[in-house]
């Protein structure tokens, strides 16, 4: 049998609840596949620090670096929140992002047909919703220097940060975006603030430049503002997106409310060689934590990509992208993609109900 080392980091609120569902799953999709698997779980983010002081442990970036891939849940919650910047569970997850070198972070946001009423937008608006964010995940705003806090010239408080980009990180991030529009629709829409910024303005001179090697595909920019907008006008327009670390963010957020909630989109970040980290959009949602309410989709569907993107494994990955689907048909749903005629349950049942469903092996209706 092939076997892979996989790091688990539950992280915080909902994660370690996410996890769990998607371990079962990652389980007995592989096992049917002759698949097996080393799982370490490690520690991050408010977890790690509890346990050892700081959100990314030494110990978990190594034994990351050195598995087949990573799976996360979610970190943060309002315990740390007051804590200085390098003790913040979320700058773990930022050394872990960058440890890795994962710089290409893969946000798709499909509206699957069972749950074009759980949508925020008209049926004829979101149906048929198709699309896949690129976002920059190694640098930008997140990582750029000077940042800090100090005082101006007036003596008074301040808090900055830098927009920063040096052309290989738009230039390699471009590549993978123009790959994955040349595999899907063929066309890519390049969002940023070129108007006014002037990292934006040279993002755009770089994507013109990469499109040379890429005459098959369509490329389109857009403003960040604009985009923001037309995503929830008329999200049939795009297929690609790619951009910057921040507007990357905010963008998939409001992508994933088009597909009926945040529950629902995975991620695959990757780089050039080394392990993939594969993790849920959304965050630890500490108001609804330990309350077996969360939607393990996004989780699970993370293991999915993680299969696929990650290890090769094709095969396993559609077992359970197909159970998924076929769990979405058998009417059962977590409070935030419920309507009206399905049945309400909670994290855990739902995850049995998806391992029924990888079990049958039911071909996606
Ligand atoms: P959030 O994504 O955790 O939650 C936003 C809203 O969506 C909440 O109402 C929450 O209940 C809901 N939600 C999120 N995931 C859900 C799921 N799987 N099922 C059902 N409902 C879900 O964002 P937030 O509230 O802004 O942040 C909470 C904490 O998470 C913060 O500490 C933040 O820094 C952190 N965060 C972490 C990540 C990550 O680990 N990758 C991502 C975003 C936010
Ligand atoms: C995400 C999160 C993170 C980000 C935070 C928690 C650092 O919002 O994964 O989308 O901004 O990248
Ligand atoms: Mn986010």
Known sequence: PRRYTITLLPGDGIGPEVISVAKDVLLLAGSL????????????????????????????????????AVLLGAIGGYKWDINEKHLKPETGLLQIRQ????????RPATVFPQLVDASTLKREIAEGVDLMVVR???????????????????????????????AHEIDRIAHVAFKIAQKRSGKLCSVDKANVLEASMF????????????????????????????????????????????????????????TG????????SL?????????PIHGSAPDIAGQDKANPFATVLSAAMLLRYGLG???AAGRIE??????LNRGFRTADIYSAGTKLVGCKQLGEEILKSVESNVPAA
């Open 99 to 106: 440890g890795l070198r994962v710089f290409a972070n893969l």
């Open 313 to 315: 494994e094709d095969k």
């Open 322 to 327: 197909n159970a998924v689907l076929d769990t």
């Open 261 to 268: 909630s945040i529950g629902m989109l995975p991620s695959a």
């Open 136 to 166: 920059e995940l190694t640098g930008g705003i997140y990582f750029g220097k000077p940042r800090g806090f100090g005082t101006n010239e007036n003596g008074e408080e301040i808090g900055y940060n830098t927009e920063i980009y040096a």
């Open 203 to 258: 993002w755009r001179k770089r994507v013109l430049a990469i499109a040379q090697e890429y005459p098959d595909v369509e490329l389109s920019h857009m403003y960040v503002d604009n985009a923001s907008m037309q995503l929830i006008r008329n999200p049939k327009q795009f297929d690609t997106i790619v951009t910057n670390n921040i507007f990357g963010d905010i963008l998939s957020d409001e992508a994933s409310m088009i």
């Open 33 to 68: 596949e002759g698949i097996k698997y080393d799982f370490r779980e490690m520690l991050l983010g408010g977890a790690a620090l509890d346990a050892t002081g700081v959100p990314l442990p030494e110990e978990t970036l190594s034994v990351a670096k050195q598995s087949d």
């Open 271 to 279: 780089g050039d060689s080394g392990p993939g980290l594969f993790e």
